[in-house]
């Protein structure tokens, strides 16, 4: 149980988590959970969808009730399309792997007030590596309720290129997430 624990935390917190929109990234690259592999994919969102709330359930713990809304929203936000759902999203944007996704740290401290950058501060902890080019990953370092901030951020990157999508609609794929909303509800 500890374990499971452990890992639904670390998914939580770490960079296979999309924090601003909601949703989970395919997998990390890395031992560490910090440098994911940026494409989004259906199948992927409805499985962990299921298990947070699975999880919030058993468990109680209410940033897991957070994650399934979270995960819920970019579902609609992404992937919904005449009542369906598309398959995924690429990881590139421009031919540049999680472009849309990255920060560089000047336009942090632009885009957010003095304040509101110190409370971003002390949630989260800036990524950068040379697979980003200089360009920063966000990862949590406190689970601390920044939606206003995480919203404003969300607000910026919405304006960039986005990825392609796969515009495939799937039945399975569509029934798996039927069946991780039903447990979501419930």
Request: with cysteine; charged share 30%; proline share 1%.
């Amino acid at each position: 149980k500890s374990l499971c624990i452990k890992t639904l935390d670390i998914m939580q917190m770490r960079g296979l988590n999309d924090h601003l929109q909601g949703g989970i990234f395919r997998y990390c690259t890395d031992r560490e959970w910090t440098i994911p592999h940026f494409e989004k994919m259906l199948y992927d969102q409805a499985m962990a969808l299921w298990t947070y709330s699975l999880a919030y359930r058993v468990i109680g713990k209410e940033s897991y009730k957070a994650m399934a809304h979270k995960i819920i929203k970019c579902v609609h936000e992404c992937f919904e399309k005449d009542g369906l759902f598309i398959t995924g999203l690429d990881a590139d944007t421009d031919h540049e792997e999680g472009s849309s996704y990255l920060w560089d740290y000047n336009e942090l401290r632009k885009t957010l007030t003095s304040e509101e950058f110190g409370q971003f501060c002390e949630g989260y902890q800036f990524e950068s590596s040379d697979s980003f080019h200089g360009r920063i990953h966000l990862i949590k370092k406190e689970d601390l309720l920044l939606n206003n901030i995480e919203d404003k951020l969300l607000s910026v990157r919405k304006k960039r290129n986005q990825p392609s999508r796969d515009e495939r609609i799937l039945c399975g794929m569509n029934a798996l997430l039927a069946i991780a909303m039903i447990h979501a509800g419930r």
